[in-house]
């Protein structure tokens, strides 16, 4: 069959009109990647809106274009307009089209939706405004004619612009959120800087007053205690005393020793604890810290029956730097506490050459006695001060609990860790390690 000229010319203008679309098309694709540039720089609703607006008027004519935003309320709103109707005319026919369902179908579909406008001049298209789960306004553009129909480009273009300003509105909804929270964020900070500035001033002086205090207690304390001595010590040598008033004042004596004697303890302790006490290193003699140590005690174990091994490695007979006054201080704690709590037997002082590494020499000190001992596991409890590992030791044995409490925390200051082998009623064995240093310059904690 042959096909006449008619024909020929329907499908060549056909042709034609397929090619102007696609030509059409391809121009408004080619636009997009200029408008993705343009929004992606934009930070404020308004500015994305008009960024939108203008690219849809490259290849849409619309008589007006305008936008709604969903507020929190689930209310829409205009919140731009442009072209030659006026809010008032848009607000009229969104009415319109909430009342005839046609706003909640625009919603529903998520696409174009043409309606005529109520006095039949032109159309409304409706395109929500949307993220992947959330809708976040409306599109409303007013035209002449129905272009969805006109035009079939018009349509899946439209959708995927609207749909690219839906992500960006999303993008600079959640933007705002994150700077309402690093403000919010901001501004809690400085409350708490604030706060904290406060703190460590308030601090500060409390540190200053402590430091104060400690001074004054000691002060107050040891100067009565003092003449309380020295006058005791008068009176003991007087020619007059009966025996039973010498053994008074001897007994008065002797407290008001081991009350200026806890006082010290305990005011070494804070400043222990409080890092107020620096070390002071300087030239020792292990040796002789070890003898000047048992000599303060002596009296006591002699008293007591018990006999004090003193044993050192010969090649720490030589000096070497270390905080001397601390070390004795451990050292005697230790050897007071043996004393205090062995009943018959010896006690051992020992000082080992573990080894040795250039300049540094690694030492280990141990006391050991064959006392009452007592259980390893409550080692750490023993070592808080003024705990007793039995309430009815205080009873038996003189002191408050803070010997051990104060060595353990002396240790730790000079760089080490007091360690302990005991059980009750076979003795107790107290250690620790010392790197001592030969020279100043290398002296290691």
Avoid at 82 to 90: A, L, M, P, V, Y
Avoid at 106 to 118: D, S, W
Avoid at 233 to 256: C, F, G, Q, V, W
Wanted: hydrophobic share 40%; with cysteine.
């Amino acid at each position: 069959m042959q096909k006449d000229s008619h024909w020929y010319e329907k499908r060549i203008s056909f042709l034609e009109q397929e090619n102007r679309r696609t030509l059409i098309a391809l121009s408004e694709i080619n636009s997009f990647e200029s408008y993705f540039t343009d929004i992606s720089e934009k930070t404020k609703i308004d500015d994305i809106y008009h960024v939108t607006c203008d690219h849809l008027n490259h290849f849409i004519d619309f008589t007006t274009i305008a936008f709604m935003n969903l507020d929190d309320s689930t209310s829409f709103d205009i919140s731009f307009n442009r072209g030659t109707h006026d809010k008032d005319f848009i607000q009229k026919e969104v009415d319109a089209k909430v009342e005839q369902r046609a706003f909640a179908k625009a919603l529903k579909i998520k696409n174009c939706l043409p309606v005529p406008l109520e006095d039949k001049s032109g159309y409304i298209i409706l395109h929500a405004l949307h993220s992947k789960n959330k809708i976040l306004g409306m599109f409303i553009g007013i035209h002449s004619e129905n272009i969805l129909e006109t035009t079939e480009t018009v349509s899946p273009l439209l959708s995927v612009l609207l749909r690219k300003t839906g992500h960006f509105l999303s993008l600079q909804q959640k933007c705002q959120r994150l700077h309402c929270e690093v403000s919010y964020l901001q501004e809690e900070v400085k409350k708490n800087k604030f706060a904290l500035d406060d703190a460590l001033h308030k601090a500060s002086i409390m540190e200053v007053t402590r430091k104060h205090m400690l001074a004054n207690i000691s002060h107050e304390f040891r100067t009565p205690l003092n003449a309380i001595i020295g006058l005791l010590d008068l009176m003991r040598d007087s020619e007059n005393l009966i025996p039973i008033h010498r053994d008074y004042i001897s007994t008065a004596s002797k407290s008001a020793s081991l009350i200026i004697s806890l006082i010290d303890d305990l005011l070494t302790y804070v400043k222990l604890k409080s890092s107020d006490e620096r070390l002071s290193p300087g030239p020792g003699s292990i040796p002789e810290v070890l003898n000047t140590t048992v000599q303060r005690e002596e009296a006591y174990a002699v008293q007591k029956g018990l006999n004090i091994k003193l044993l050192y490695s010969p090649s720490l007979e030589q000096l070497f730097y270390f905080d001397v006054k601390l070390l004795v201080l451990i050292l005697q704690k230790l050897l007071s506490n043996a004393i205090k709590f062995t009943h018959q037997g010896h006690i051992e002082l020992t000082a080992d050459l573990i080894s040795e590494d250039n300049d540094l020499s690694h030492i280990e000190f141990k006391m050991k006695d064959t006392g009452i001992g007592f259980n390893a596991e409550n080692f750490n409890f023993l070592c808080q001060p003024f705990t007793q590992e039995d309430p009815s030791t205080t009873r038996s044995f003189e002191g408050m609990g803070i010997g051990l409490a104060l060595a353990s925390l002396a240790v730790e200051t000079l760089g080490s860790s007091l360690k302990v082998s005991s059980q009750s009623n076979e003795g107790s064995t107290f250690s620790f390690e010392l790197k001592l240093s030969k020279s100043i310059s290398n002296f290691h904690i």
